[in-house]
């Protein structure tokens, strides 16, 4: 008898064993999933959902050439060659030659939609203010072409509205400031 409990007790921790090792094993659906997908064909599970799998190419490495960089000495785009902005330039320069004000500050405005970078829809904008007696107005305008003209004869011009625009304030600290840029043009 005792010989048969200790053949029970064996056989029943053989059976735990077994068990717990079987559950630990992958299932053999798992194993065909994956022989499947390299098949590409369709592929059932055990819970009714069909797998379509797809060809993904392989990755490969490849080096990265970077094209060499512009020489830093190109000049600045702001715009200015475009023929819309040259054609409102010119049509705000006439209007502003006839005292048209109104005029000529509409068509700087387009113009400085076209080229927001170019200074010299800021220096006529700038110049209509002034003649509008706007010369907080002009300074500012003026200050902001300032920040993108490029030639000095262009920037003369900016100090020139600034310095107008000072004196016309009474502002004494801006003409100065005004005068000494005009002196280092």
Known sequence: MQLHRDVSKLSVAICLVVLVGCQSLPAPEQ???????????????????????????????????????????QKFDDGRNLPAFQKLMQQTQTAYAKGELNQAESLANQAQRLAPQSAESFLYLALIANRKNQFA?????????????????????????????????????????????????
């Open 31 to 73: 194993k065909q999933t994956t022989t499947k997908a390299a098949t590409n064909k369709p592929i059932q599970a055990a819970d009714g959902v069909v797998i379509h799998p797809y060809d993904v190419p392989e990755i490969k490495r490849q080096s990265i050439i970077i094209p060499e960089q512009k020489a830093p000495s």
């Open 137 to 185: 107005n002009a300074q500012a305008l003026a200050q902001r072409g300032l920040s993108y003209a490029q030639t000095n004869a262009m920037k003369k011009q900016l100090w020139q509205v600034i310095l107008k625009s000072g004196q016309k304030q009474n502002n004494t600290a801006t003409a100065n400031k005004a005068l000494q840029a005009l002196k280092g043009l």
